[in-house]
């Protein structure tokens, strides 16, 4: 059965504070992906690898930074965190083939205060 | 540009009822793929079903039927029957062939609130 996990279903921080989540996904995959989700906005793509030590800005990456060090494990960090930070944070991997569905974890709701 | 559009920000119905989400997609690709995923209350996105350009045929899967029109631009989604467990957030998704063709770009969802 294929697995993404993350470390935190909910987490709260203090404005300014450096915020690590994290993402492990058994399957293999060559992709992951992190997503913040806001009413009314959907999902908006923060960051993605497609490799090890490779990654790509995706439509909202200000603020963020990412790390790949192993192939199952994606980190996405908040190097200071804000209130307009508050969100649900959502991790998928997925293979590195055309036409291929993502597979999601439970997500991370961040709150910060 | 690549875009989705979920017109419908969220939908109630009865128990038993039909129900219809909409997804219309905009996309320079001539080879394309679209999706749709489940989001229950508890938060986790569930693939439900993945069409490919190429590929106009309906499909149904029990309760589940979705209408791919190119034509229109469109990738609907129906549920038969409705029933309480059906209540969740709905994405429609779509990705391209060429370039970061693993990237997705997903509607802005549709609740739907199924009442016994």
């Known amino acids: 059965d294929v697995k993404v996990t993350q470390s935190s279903r909910y987490l709260v921080k203090r404005t300014g504070e450096k915020v690590f989540l994290e993402c492990v996904q058994d399957?293999?995959?060559?992709?992951m992906f992190w997503y913040r989700q806001d009413p009314g906005l959907g999902l908006r793509l923060i960051y993605f690898?497609?490799?090890?030590?490779?990654?790509e800005k995706g439509d909202i990456p200000e603020g963020y930074s990412v790390s790949r060090e192993k192939k199952e494990r994606f980190s996405l960090i908040l190097e200071s965190a804000s209130t307009n930070q508050t969100s649900m944070y959502l991790c998928?991997?997925?293979?590195?083939?055309?036409?291929?569905?993502?597979?999601f974890g439970p997500g991370t709701r961040l709150t910060v205060t | 540009a690549q875009k989705v559009t979920q017109a419908q920000t969220e939908i109630s119905v009865v128990e038993k009822e039909d129900v219809t989400l909409d997804c219309v997609y905009e996309?320079?690709?001539?080879?394309?793929?679209l999706f749709w995923y489940k989001q229950p209350p508890s938060g986790e996105l569930v693939f439900l079903i993945r069409?490919?350009?190429?590929?106009?045929q309906n499909e149904i899967s029990g309760r589940y039927s979705w209408n791919f029109q190119k034509s229109t631009s469109s990738f609907n989604f129906t549920i038969t029957a409705s029933q309480v467990v059906d209540s969740a957030v709905y994405f429609c998704?779509?990705?391209?062939?060429?370039?970061?063709?693993?990237?997705?770009?997903f509607g802005s969802g549709t609740k739907l609130n199924v009442k016994p």
């Open positions: 069409r490919n350009s190429f590929d106009e």
């Open positions: 996309t320079r690709d001539t080879t394309y793929y």
């Open positions: 998704a779509l990705s391209g062939n060429i370039y970061n063709f693993n990237k997705f770009y």
């Open positions: 690898s497609y490799d090890v030590k490779m990654k």
């Open positions: 399957m293999d995959h060559e992709n």
């Open positions: 998928a991997s997925s293979l590195s083939l055309k036409g291929v569905e993502q597979y």
